[in-house]
């Protein structure tokens, strides 16, 4: 078995309690509860429970297309062509 390094478990944590640190301070701020913040936006409008699909499936295209920039960016990273580098990761050349 692959042991975790300690550091970047360390970070996952900070990471994890940071986000859990955002939301409570939300809710105390807001005045909304917690559970009403988790659920799901459909549940919350009364709307038909399908449609938010083409929400979630507009997430998912955004996520697979930075990973696939990001893995591009990674591949090219040593060729001559620097400019499309720089698109594959948006930077500025």
């Not at 559970?35 to 409008?45: E, H, K, N, S």
């Not at 295209?61 to 040593?78: D, E, G, T």
Request: glycine content about 6%; proline content about 4%; overall charge positive.
């Amino acid at each position: 078995m692959k042991k975790i390094p300690s550091r970047q478990l360390l970070f996952t944590f900070i990471a994890y309690i940071s986000a859990l640190v955002v939301v409570a301070g939300m809710s105390f701020i807001l005045g909304v509860d917690i559970p009403l913040m988790a659920r799901d936006v459909a549940a919350i409008g009364n709307i038909h429970p399908l449609s938010g699909f083409l929400s979630s499936l507009g997430i998912l295209l955004w996520c697979a297309v930075v990973s696939i920039c990001f893995f591009m960016a990674r591949v090219l990273r040593h060729s001559n062509q620097r400019e499309i580098v720089n698109f594959y990761i948006i930077r500025p050349y």
